[in-house]
């Protein structure tokens, strides 16, 4: 079983900072991919930021310069650094990761349950 576990959501202030970290844990083998998503109050859930293995990252445009997502893969944990807030980043993130359980066994797409950023303005 692998779990996804978020924290460091919260409240803040426009123009403050805020940083997301995700654990995974459990049975373990091999990761690929690991992201952020974000889902606001009746809005599809969209991609924020994704990252590979090798570090390459990917991030929506509402977010490029403000957002730095990275990833520990020693601890296997991700992280979102978010700056500049504004009310509209307002939602709850979630972490999201392929991870593999065993040698031949595909990938498959985690996610953890979610964590509540609230921007005030």
């Known amino acids: 079983q692998v779990q996804l576990v978020e924290s460091g959501g919260g409240l803040v202030q426009a123009g403050g900072s805020l940083r997301l970290s995700c654990a995974a844990s459990?049975?373990?083998?091999?990761?690929?991919?690991m992201g952020w998503y974000r889902q606001a109050p009746e809005k599809q859930r969209e991609l924020v930021a994704d990252?590979?293995?090798?570090?390459?990252?990917n991030y929506a445009d509402s977010v490029k310069g403000r957002f730095t997502i990275s990833r520990d893969n020693a601890k296997n944990m991700v992280f979102l650094q978010m700056n500049s807030l504004k009310s509209e980043d307002t939602a709850v993130y979630y972490c999201?990761?392929?991870?593999?359980?065993?040698?031949?066994?595909?990938?498959?797409?985690?996610w953890g349950q979610g964590t509540q950023v609230t921007v005030s303005s």
């Open positions: 999201n990761a392929y991870i593999g359980t065993g040698w031949g066994i595909p990938t498959r797409n985690y």
């Open positions: 459990g049975n373990i083998f091999s990761f690929n991919a």
């Open positions: 990252i590979t293995l090798g570090g390459i990252t």
